[in-house]
Nanobody, 119 residues
């Protein structure tokens, strides 16, 4: 059974930084496909970033150059470093996992952590 638990959300002013973590049990973060998603009120869920086998990464255009996705194999944790945060980054952030990036959809989801950016 895969269990994902996000942490690190909070409130920050525009231009600030936050570091989200997703602790994974039952799934090895150095293998498989892991992603960060976000959903703001009234908006569709958006994939923010993904990492394949702990190596290959891709990002939504809206966060490229500001966000970095990575894995900490020792702690079996997925990380999202978010810099230069803007009010439009305000959303609930979720981590998700699946065995292969070419498969849809993601099979496992965390409960989410709220990120609020004020101007």
């Amino acid at each position: 059974q895969v269990h994902l638990v996000e942490s690190g959300g909070g409130s920050v002013q525009a231009g600030g930084s936050l570091r989200l973590s997703c602790a994974a049990s039952g799934h090895t973060t150095s293998r498989g496909c892991l992603g960060w998603f976000r959903q703001a009120p009234g908006k569709e869920r958006e994939r923010v970033a993904a990492i394949d086998r702990g190596v290959s990464t891709n990002y939504a255009a809206s966060v490229k150059g500001r966000f970095t996705i990575s894995t900490d194999s020792a702690k079996n944790t997925l990380i999202l470093q978010m810099n230069s945060l803007q009010p439009e980054d305000t959303a609930m952030y979720y981590c998700a996992a699946k065995d292969f990036c070419y498969l849809n959809p993601y099979d496992y989801w965390g409960q989410g952590t709220q990120v609020t950016v004020s101007s």
